[in-house]
C-alpha cells in the first residue's frame, strides 16, 4: 500500500511570512495526526482528526496555526505568520480504528526554516 | 508535555555489541510503542507492547515492559552500522485519543 504522502519536502520562509503543509494519508485510516519536532526533540501532538473532525487540538497555537481536514482525507497544516520558533519537521500520520490504532505510519516530514 | 523519557540521550557503541534504551513515563498507558528515525528522515515503527504485555521480540529487537515501575526498555542485539539512528518510546494513553506521546529520544551511533 502507498504510505503517508507529505508536501513540500522542505520549506524556507521569513518571519511574518505564511505558509502551508499538505498531506495525505494511507486509504481508509481515518485517523490522522500532526505533529511538529523541533531539532534534538521528539515530536509533540498538533492536532489529531478522526474523519473530518477534530479529536484533539489542545497544543496547536491556534492564534497562529490552522488545520483542516475537509473531506476526511488530505489535510492542510497552515502557519500564519510564521515565527523564528516554528522552525521545526512537520510530520503527518495515520492509523486506523479498525486496527485499534495500533502500528501508525508516518510521512517523510516537511522541514521548515524560518529566517 | 512529552511522556516518556529515554535514558541514555545518547550511546555510542561498536559493530556486534548490544544496545540498550531505557524509556519511563508517569501515567497508565494502553500500549507502548518504539520507533527509530534516520536522521532527516520520517518515524519508522519498529515494535509495540501492550499494558498486559511484559515482553516481546521481533528479529534483533527485544522491548520490555515493567508497568508497575512505568518502565520499559529496548534491546539491540548485534548492533550494525545501518542501526545508527534515533529511537523514540512513544505512549499510548489509556482512555485517549490514540495519538503518540514522544520522549526526546536516544541517538545511537554504532561504528564500525
Known amino acids: 500500500e502507498a504510505g503517508v504522502a507529505q508536501s513540500p519536502r522542505y520549506k524556507i520562509i521569513e518571519k511574518r511570512q505564511s505558509v502551508a503543509f499538505w498531506c495525505n494519508p494511507i486509504?481508509?485510516?481515518?485517523?490522522l495526526y500532526w505533529y511538529q519536532q523541533i531539532l534534538g526533540q521528539g515530536p509533540k501532538l498538533l492536532i489529531q482528526?478522526?474523519?473530518?473532525?477534530?479529536?484533539?487540538d489542545s497544543q496547536l497555537p491556534k492564534d497562529r496555526f490552522s488545520a483542516e481536514r475537509l473531506k476526511g482525507v488530505d489535510s492542510t497544516l497552515k502557519i500564519q505568520p510564521a515565527k523564528l520558533e516554528d522552525s521545526a519537521v512537520y510530520l503527518c500520520?495515520?492509523?486506523?480504528?479498525?486496527?485499534?490504532?495500533?502500528?501508525?505510519?508516518f510521512g517523510s516530514g516537511t522541514r521548515l526554516t524560518v529566517v | 508535555s512529552q511522556q516518556g523519557e529515554e535514558d541514555p540521550q545518547a550511546l555510542s557503541i561498536q559493530e556486534g555489541e548490544n544496545a540498550t534504551m531505557n524509556c519511563s513515563y508517569k501515567?497508565?498507558?494502553?500500549?507502548l510503542q518504539w520507533y527509530r528515525q534516520n536522521s532527516g528522515r520520517g518515524l519508522v515503527h519498529l515494535i509495540l507492547?501492550?499494558?498486559?504485555?511484559r515482553e516481546k521480540h521481533s528479529g534483533r529487537l527485544r522491548v520490555t515492559l515493567d508497568t508497575s515501575k512505568k518502565s520499559s526498555s529496548l534491546l539491540i542485539t548485534a548492533s550494525r552500522a545501518a542501526d545508527t539512528a534515533s529511537y523514540f518510546c512513544?505512549?499510548?494513553?489509556?482512555?485517549?485519543?490514540?495519538?503518540?506521546?514522544f520522549g526526546k529520544g536516544t541517538s545511537l551511533l554504532v561504528t564500525p
Open positions: 500520520a495515520s492509523s486506523s480504528p479498525r486496527t485499534g490504532h495500533y502500528g501508525y505510519t
Open positions: 486509504s481508509g485510516h481515518a485517523t
Open positions: 482528526f478522526q474523519n473530518n473532525g477534530v479529536v484533539d
Open positions: 501515567t497508565s498507558i494502553n500500549n
Open positions: 507492547i501492550r499494558s498486559n504485555e
Open positions: 512513544a505512549t499510548v494513553f489509556s482512555n485517549s485519543g490514540y495519538a503518540l506521546n
